[in-house]
């Protein structure tokens, strides 16, 4: 960038191999050296502007579509004409592929807001509390891959302009989001229950936490005799029969409630 | 996420374990990719690692590279719980990191349905024009539009002017002579003063 680029062009041509080796002939001295001319040119730009730059690429252009200045090697070649995208061969997709756990059904690509709407409760705290690590933490992927799949099927509604099903997606995200607190509630207590016990054994005498030796060494005692001074020592027969009828009664079978259907999610 | 998971031994995995992961990933169509790729809406703080692992672990999908971008959403007027939006009051909804993913096998979506009365699209698409057209209304530059009428008066004009319809008074009923109905009311004749 140091020269200017009026000097380049004639940089340019002295450095030619061509005219290095071309010297002029004798005869044409005088008119080598004699003084130029005055021309009035009829552009005011300066000629020396032309060639601006070594670019070799001025003027090619991708947004104007100028095409490249040479011909290359595969310019005779046509180009291949694009295929619609309905008469490429169909894909055949893998009954056992994992994306499919991103789908409701294999047949259509979101469900209907009936097939939304058919679903349980969620589950309660009461019920995961009976429940082990494995089961949660299974339960939990299942509430995480449900969940997945409402997203999923929520965006292709939206993209499609599909109508209705929103409110339906929205109660059964609700239904999966109230089984993950009652996890998280169920796993909260266990921690604590868990804490409070340690601080008990801490304290417990029969109770060895460190590493080595017995953790648990029940202390030795002895069961107090147990002397029931009020008991009657003759039933008649008619006492018995009439104590068995009074706990027939009283034995009320249990109230059977209806049994309720298991989450869908879960 | 374990190591090894269900599906037996995949790519080479990340150690860490996470045991309740609390987040959605939804998996969006995209005819434009080959059918070896798939795309998915991530949280922001998800990276290709972190996709690449769960998709084995929770889904067997191996995967061979994942491509990630974050996409800025637009600019709006005020928050999108805002009763009445204030103007000049922007806000700029939260960015929207999405990944392309490269599996192993192909995958192509399931059809999507042709027959939308499940989702009742029809009265679905009605009201959300009448809704729109009711917004329509609230504008302030309502009033200085072309009211609906025009168009249909216009036509009429046009019809009289090229002489297909002829102009009459409108078809009244003709049901007599006039009737008196309060026979029973008794008017004074003249009032004297």
């Known amino acids: ?266 | 996420m374990a190591a090894r998971s269900a599906f037996g031994k995949g790519p080479k995995l990340g150690r860490k374990q996470v045991y309740l992961p609390n987040f959605e990933i939804t998996l969006i169509r995209n005819p434009k990719l080959p059918p070896t790729f798939a795309a998915f809406i991530v949280p922001l703080n998800f990276n290709k690692l972190d996709l690449r692992d769960y998709l084995w672990n929770g889904y067997g999908v191996s995967v061979r590279g994942v491509r990630s971008f974050i996409q800025m959403q637009k600019v709006r007027q005020d928050k999108p719980n805002a009763k009445r939006p204030a103007p000049r009051r922007w806000f700029r909804p939260r960015s929207i990191k999405k990944m392309m993913v490269e599996m192993d096998k192909p995958f192509a979506w399931p059809q999507e349905p042709e027959d939308f009365s499940p989702w009742d699209k029809e009265r679905y698409d009605a009201i959300k024009q009448m809704q729109e057209d009711s917004r329509e209304t609230q504008k302030l530059d309502y009033v200085t539009k072309p009211t609906a009428e025009r168009k249909s008066i216009a036509e009429q004009a046009k019809e009289l002017l090229e002489g297909d319809e002829k102009w009459g008074p409108t078809d009244w009923e003709d049901v007599g002579e006039a009737q008196e109905v309060e026979k029973e009311v008794k008017i004074p004749e003249a009032v004297k003063e």
């Open chain 1, 1 to 266: 960038m140091s020269t200017s680029t009026s000097l380049r062009p004639m940089a340019r041509r002295l450095l030619q191999p061509n005219a290095s080796q071309q010297i002029p002939p004798s005869f044409l001295l005088p008119s080598i050296f004699a003084p130029s001319p005055q021309i009035a040119s009829f552009s005011s730009t300066p000629n020396s502007f032309y060639p601006r730059d070594n670019n070799k690429q001025r003027g090619v252009s991708s947004q104007r579509r100028t095409g490249l200045r040479q011909p290359v090697s595969v310019s005779k070649t046509a180009l291949p004409t694009p295929v619609n995208a309905k008469d490429l061969p169909k894909i055949e997709t893998d009954p056992d592929h994992g994306l499919w756990g991103f789908f409701h059904s294999k047949e259509k690509s979101l469900a209907t807001p009936e097939e939304d709407a058919a679903h349980g409760r969620a589950w309660c705290v009461e019920e995961l509390r009976a429940k082990s690590w494995e089961d949660l933490h299974a339960l939990w992927w299942v509430c995480v891959k449900e969940r997945n799949r409402i997203a999923t099927e929520n965006y292709e509604r939206k993209r499609l302009n599909a109508g209705y099903g929103a409110h339906e997606a929205k109660v059964r995200a609700a239904m999966v989001r109230i089984t993950q607190r009652g996890i998280k509630q169920t796993l909260t207590e266990r921690y604590y229950s868990w804490r409070e016990a340690e601080l008990l054994a801490q304290q417990d005498p029969e109770i060895n936490l460190s590493a080595d030796g017995v953790s648990y060494t029940p202390k030795e005692f002895t069961e107090e005799e147990y002397v029931d001074e009020d008991v009657p020592e003759e039933v008649t027969e008619e006492e018995a029969i009439r104590a068995e009828e009074a706990l027939k009664s009283q034995a009320i079978p249990p109230e059977t409630k209806p049994v309720e259907k298991s989450p869908d999610a879960a």
